[in-house]
């Protein structure tokens, strides 16, 4: 379980502080795919560096509390940012952007493996035994345990992500945190990445967060997600709901942007752009974009509040049901 309590952080720039993630509060539960959605440059990278405990300068976490607690079956792990570093491949596991790079590509895969599991995790096993499992563990994932004897640069980018998804899960971590591991890839690939995750997730029965940008990513395989405007969370709620009934103006965009089966009419982007998170809006950061907003939009942040059971949001339209109120 994932719990964010009024975690505000910041880049320190010259020009000053960039307020990127705005006292965001909500909890992910054991045992589900959590979706973290919204254009790029609103913060999703950003939050998942701080769940994962990767504060590095300019970054900085200027309130509030993370507090993680990954089940394994041997051992329940609870602990705040500041020591989730501790458990790091073995209880919490990370797929970073763009996570080519995370491969050296002239090291042979199976001594990649090796140096990425603790030595305690090792305990008394000599080095064929420890590969004997990584193959049996590839083998289970449908990979072909061969590959431990290439270097990266041989194989094609789906298969080298599917190694880092292998690696990154080997140890069967409790949380596993993937910023957008499908982008750049083709669609066929991107369709055998998410059925890997999905099978990971109910065969480890953790939790699992995935960034996204794109909303397609969502509708396929997470249970819940969050939606991110300009470093703040707008909306929250079970992924089926948001789809069927989007309740912030931001989602109902994202939502009609994305193209259905059959369904040939061209699809228009959303309008705008973000703000620059230098010199945000000074009410509610979407109210530029928004077509229903009002005076009141402009001048105060709205909360981000329970609008019925299990759906949140942060607008200042709605009304008691969730529908926008002059909308
Ligand atoms: N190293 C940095 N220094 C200053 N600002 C940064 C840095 N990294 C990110 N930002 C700011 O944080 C914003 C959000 O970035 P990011 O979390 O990567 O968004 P996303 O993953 O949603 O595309 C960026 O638009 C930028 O303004
Ligand atoms: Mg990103």
């Known amino acids: 379980m994932i719990k964010v309590e009024n975690l505000s952080t910041s880049y320190k720039t010259i020009d000053g502080d960039i307020h990127v993630l705005n006292d965001l509060n909500f909890t992910i539960g054991d045992n589900e795919i959590f979706g973290i959605a919204g254009e790029s440059g609103c913060g999703k990278t950003t939050l998942l560096k701080t769940l994962y405990d990767i504060i590095e ?20 792990y609870s602990y705040e940012s500041g020591q989730i570093k501790k458990t790091w491949w073995n209880n919490i596991a990370y797929v970073p952007q763009a996570a080519q790079s995370v491969l050296d590509p002239i090291t042979r895969l199976k001594k990649q493996f090796l140096d990425s599991i603790p030595k305690e995790d090792r305990k008394m096993e000599t080095k064929e035994q420890t590969l004997k499992r990584v193959a049996s563990y590839l083998e289970e994932l449908s990979l072909s345990p061969d590959i431990l004897e290439a270097y990266p640069f041989q194989l094609s980018g789906g298969m080298r992500q599917r190694v880092i998804i292998a690696l990154a899960t080997f140890m069967s971590p409790g949380v596993v945190l993937a910023d957008e591991p499908t982008t750049a890839l083709d669609v066929v690939v991107q369709r055998g990445i998410l059925m890997m995750l ?8 953790n939790t699992m967060v995935i960034v996204s940008h794109d909303m397609g990513v969502h509708y396929q395989i997470t249970d819940r997600m969050g939606i991110m405007y300009s470093g703040s969370m707008v909306e929250l709620g079970a992924t089926e709901d948001i789809f069927k009934d989007p309740i912030h103006p931001y989602t109902a965009m994202l939502v009609n942007a994305l193209p259905r089966v059959g369904d040939k009419s061209a699809k228009v982007g959303i309008p705008g752009r973000p703000p620059e998170l ?11 974009r928004c077509p229903y907003a ?22 200042h339209l709605l009304k008691e049901g969730g529908s926008i109120a002059n909308g």
Request: hydrophobic letters at 30%; charged letters at 35%; one cysteine or more.
């Open 57 to 76: 300068w300019p970054l900085v976490i200027d309130k509030g509390r993370i507090v993680i607690s990954g089940v394994k079956k041997d051992k329940e």
């Open 198 to 205: 999905t099978r990971l997730q109910k065969q480890l029965k």
């Open 278 to 288: 230098k010199n945000p809006p000074k009410g509610c950061r979407f109210a530029p």
């Open 294 to 315: 009002t005076d009141r939009c402009k001048e105060m942040v709205p909360s981000f509040s329970e609008i019925k059971p299990g759906r949140y949001a942060a607008c």
